[in-house]
Structures are given as structure tokens and as C-alpha cells.
């Protein structure tokens, strides 16, 4: 089966993001392999960005520029909107911050040509903050834990936009769940795990793409413990320790990071509805032994008390949050020689004729 021309959808969720959503598209515009379609759908913008997505709109008919119609607000629901809107074989998200290599899309459909079989398909991308050339890392690195037990730890394996997905594969797990006010990206992937949609990763070829971190202000950044980011925290995981059902060891040691990052975090916030809940979620599925509970209660009374003020509680405090925590591998892959102009850089993929390691 040759897909040498097969239709890349790349669908764009965007919210006032009218300062860079320009450098976005532009990278889409540059792509060396012509059969795309880009779906740009704002999510209520109060800045330009309907007038930068109507400009680029009219220079290039495949790009296409939607407003949601519907509820709810967020990233996942206009990104459903997009793939129910795209005509596509095959679908990449990709943020309106973000940029694609100029090989991207020609890289990713000569994987799929010579392995048409996978629902989806993941590929390296660079870290940058703000000039690619000078890029800080790659996104991620394998380790011997099972991707899903990873991503149920908060180790993010691949980023939205690592994977490109068959159409049909992604539309078959339901899109991206929406009203989710985090881990948006953490929770379909682990819909797609769940569901055993088959894959693969090619972290031996050139990073395709940029991520950019910024320090504040991201589309999906903000107070990370407040109450909407905590239910939804604790929603994916009650939906996810019930749709797993082989729960071995390792499976298990994830859910536990995974509830002890909601169970600290709402007790340090003072969230006591949550911190309630997720104790007894937690108890009640073999994931925090008794000492963990009595321990997390102190927190939540010492920062009640105003004592985690003082520098010997804090500590405690400190270090109770380091032992539930799991440092993401993001950041620590060997580096890689850049090109010598990596925004012009093209590059013919090698055949792959096996399994990557």
C-alpha cells in the first residue's frame, strides 16, 4: 500500500496566541511534502488572532480557520472540533506555539509507508524556549518502565504532538476528553494505551519538531494545584484505575505517584473536599498504606495551622513531596548535533526495515 501522498491533518486548538500563531503556521507553510490540511479552531480569543488566522487563511486555501461553536471551552474540545471537521487519512495536534522541522510531514508519512500497520505513530521532538536554534534538549528518553506505567507517574513519554495517528484510530478512542482543565495530554494518551492501539516510537531519527516551554503564560499553564486542575486530576484518576484492568506491580507504583501528587497537593492547598476523597480512593484500592494517610493529614493541619511557615515544618513538608515525586526524563536525552540552519533543514528519512529498539 503506498501513502506517498496520503492527507495529513494538522489540527491547531488556539487562545490568544495571535503573537505567535503566525511562526506556527509559518512552519506549516515551509513543509517539503504538500498534501496537508491545517485547522486552526479558536477557542474564544480576545486578542488578533482571528485576523492573523483569516490573513493566513486567505494566502493558503488548506489552511482553515474555525471558531468553536460549542461548549465546553478548552483545548481538547476545539481540538475534536478540528477532527471532526478534518478530511485527513491521518491527524497531528499541534499547539499554536509550537513549530514543525520543514521535514516533519514527509518524515512521518515514509515511517507510516514502510509501516502501515500501527494505529499511531511517535517521533522526538526539540525543547526551546524562544529561538530554535537554540534548542535545550529533547522531549524525553527511554527507560525499562512500561509507557503506560510511566505515563500513569507523570513521565510523560511523548508530548500532543510526538505521535501522528491514524484518523479513524484516534476518532475510535473518542478524540481528547473534554472539560479536562490539565493532563489533558497525559489522559489520551493513556486512552490510547488502555485501549492497545498499536505503535511505535522512532526516537533514533532527527527531532521533527519544537516544543516551546515557556515559563508562564502557556495555553495549558497556570496555578497547578487549583481546585478545577485538582478534580480533574483526581477524575482521570479514578477513570483510569477502573478502565486498567491487569494492575501489575508496576501499574500500581504509577497510580501511586499519580494519587500521592493529588493527595499532597490538595492537602498543601487546603482543598479538603479532595484531599477527603483521593484518601479514601486511595485506601480503598491498595494504593496508601495507613502511614501515608496519617501523614498527609498532618500536612493539610500544619499548613491549616499556618506552621509550614516555619522552616523545620516546612522541610518535612519538603521532603514528603520529594518521596512521592517522580523527576520527568524530559530534558535528560543524550544531545544531539543541530544542523547547521535547523529551520531550513531537510532530511530524507533512512529506510527502516525493523522494529526500533
Known sequence: MNLSSAKISIIIPNYNRGNLLPETLDSVLRQDYPHWEALVVDDGSSDNSLAVGQEYASKDKRIQFFSRDREPAGAPACRNIGLNKSTGDFVIFLDSDDLLADFCLSQRI??????PENDFWVFPMWVFSNDINHVRHVWNIETPQSDLSRFLSLDAVWQTSGPIWRTESVKKIGGFTEGLACWQDVDIHLKALENHLTYQKYYMLPPDMYYRQHISGSISQGEISSLPKLRTRLDILTNHFRNIREKNDEIMQGFNIMAASIAIGSARTLHQQITREVLVFGRNNGLFDADFIRKTKMIQALVLSRLNRIGLINRFILKRIKK???????GHHP?????????????NAPDLHHHPD
Open 335 to 347: 544531545p544531539q548535533k543541530l544542523p547547521n540552519d535547523t529551520r531550513k533543514h531537510t532530511h
Open 324 to 330: 512521592y515525586r517522580r523527576d520527568s526524563n524530559i
Open 110 to 115: 515514509k515511517v507510516i509507508n514502510q509501516h
